[in-house]
């Protein structure tokens, strides 16, 4: 593979700065295979979905994770906390800015009183070990914490629960989950009417949310190990499904990678690109992602070069990109032939 064949050109006036209201009412481009995709909303979920399909969506929280400091030299620093490395949430895995000027053992502070203290650069390079000053540290992140948008929402929100789902659990994630923030829970027990069920699992969303792929060779990309969790009792009802209908990257890597390893929680690296054998997901609900990223690798391995097809469409009916973005439904049984 060649890094252009995940690159395309994406304006920047397509980039959703806010999210839509309400939540179902983002549009929803649907995959006919060789045929035109079809355009309709996500509310629109109740008609395409059907008796008998098995709707499988992540349960990550999303933590207060971007913490705005400052430097002993009164310089500003941004700290985006990615995992916790130990029980007590005392030290994390942590993007910091500005990276290079940072010394380790030094300490960032808020409104004068020192919070974190940076430790030692981690093996891949790109992240720190870093130290929560603080005898409670998931209240000081609560309290000191603000949502981590991605760095091309340049809008605030008024709500923080807008980068939420509504099914959401556990706070362990560095970034949302973003094809679940389009469904209700009206949504949700509509379907449930339909028999469409619903099943959880959950990823905690880390660096490779963040971090574009840049070797000229895509597959020599290296991908950050994750967190997921599936039930067995996820795995037998996607046995007895009609369909497995995974809402955004996240599941679908939960679902696959219980499937690939054999085992129902750990740690992942799997790395889903062309010639990927599918083992659990059928059809999938995905907004648009940013170009040269693993998460369009995976797209890529699920339906096949189309994905350029419907990315064109999609730009031309001019569609809401990225996390408050609209979204799309896939289906794998199209073929994905490259």
């Not at 659990?169 to 027990?189: C, K, M, N, V």
């Not at 963040?210 to 990309?221: R, S």
Request: charged share 25%; proline share 6%; hydrophobic share 40%.
């Amino acid at each position: 593979m060649r890094l252009s064949d995940i690159d395309y050109e994406l304006p920047e006036s397509l980039i959703a700065q806010r999210p839509i209201e309400p939540r179902d009412a983002a549009r929803l481009l649907i995959d006919r295979g060789a045929d035109s995709p079809s355009h309709g909303h996500i509310r629109d979920l109740v008609d395409v979905l059907e008796d008998g399909d098995l709707l499988v969506v992540n349960d990550t929280r999303v933590l207060p994770a971007r913490l705005n400091l400052t430097r002993t030299t009164g310089g500003a620093a941004e700290v985006l906390l990615l995992e916790p490395l130990t029980a007590d949430h005392v030290s994390w895995e942590a993007l910091i800015r500005p990276a290079r000027k940072l010394k380790e053992g030094e300490n960032l502070t808020w409104f004068g009183k020192p919070v974190v203290r940076v430790g030692e650069r981690q093996p891949a390079g790109d992240t720190f070990r870093i130290d929560i000053l603080d005898a409670d540290p998931l209240a000081r992140i609560a309290s000191s914490g603000t949502m981590p948008l991605p760095p091309y929402i340049r809008a605030s929100i008024d709500d923080p629960e807008r980068y939420q789902t509504v099914y959401a659990r556990d706070a362990r994630s560095a970034a949302a989950p973003t094809a679940g923030l389009h469904f209700t829970d009206e949504l949700l027990r509509a379907l449930e009417a339909k028999g469409v069920q619903m099943a959880r699992v959950e990823l905690v969303v880390g660096l490779d949310t963040f971090k574009p792929v840049t070797a000229d060779n895509p597959l020599e990309h290296r991908i950050h190990s994750e967190i997921y969790r599936v039930g067995q009792h996820v795995l037998d009802a996607c046995n007895d499904a009609r369909r497995v209908v995974a809402v955004g990257t996240t599941a679908t890597r939960a679902l696959e990678s219980a499937a690939t390893f054999g085992r129902l929680e750990g740690r992942t690296e799997l790395f889903i690109t062309r010639g990927y054998e599918w083992k659990v997901v059928d059809v999938m609900i995905t907004n648009f992602h940013m170009p040269c990223t693993s998460l369009l690798l995976l797209i890529d391995a699920f339906i096949g070069p189309r994905w350029r097809r419907l990315y064109e469409s999609a730009i031309h009916e001019k569609y809401r990109f990225l996390s408050f973005g609209d979204a799309m439904l896939l289906d794998r049984r199209f073929g994905g032939d490259h």
